[in-house]
């Protein structure tokens, strides 16, 4: 069974920092695809940022280019999002995400195009 093991977040103020890391626990398991999503009440699951393990590709969303950093440790199936400049609409649930293979066709910026989730990790930004 893969789980995506998430740490970080918490509560911080508005201009703060915060980083999130995820790691796959199945030794057997690496993938070829992670991505950081994030849900706010009412909202649905948007993509955030994602990252080619085995390549270098790399997607940010308009609203965190310049502010959030993805990076990745191949070796230790790690993936880790730091986020700077905090704002308030940043205050979210965020997720891990991870696809098993990987498609050139495909964005890897939708909910449908990754096979596991992590249980989520609250942010909250403070004004």
């Known amino acids: 069974q893969v789980q995506l093991v998430e740490y970080g977040g918490g509560l911080v103020q508005a201009g703060g920092s915060l980083r999130l890391s995820c790691t796959v626990s199945?030794?057997?398991?690496?993938?070829?695809?992670m991505g950081w999503f994030r849900q706010a009440p009412g909202k649905e699951r948007e993509c955030v940022s994602r990252?080619?393990?085995?390549?270098?590709?790399?997607y940010y969303a308009s609203f965190v280019k310049g502010r959030f950093t993805i990076s990745k440790d191949v070796a230790k199936k790690t993936m880790s999002l730091q986020m700077n400049s905090l704002k308030s609409e940043d205050t979210a649930v965020y997720y891990c995400?991870?696809?098993?293979?990987?498609?050139?066709?495909?964005?890897?910026?939708?909910?449908?195009?990754?096979?596991?989730w992590g249980q989520g990790t609250q942010v909250t930004v403070s004004s």
């Open positions: 995400a991870a696809a098993e293979s990987a498609d050139g066709r495909i964005m890897y910026t939708g909910v449908k195009e990754f096979d596991y």
């Open positions: 199945e030794s057997s398991f690496s993938p070829h695809v």
């Open positions: 990252i080619h393990f085995p390549v270098e590709s790399i």
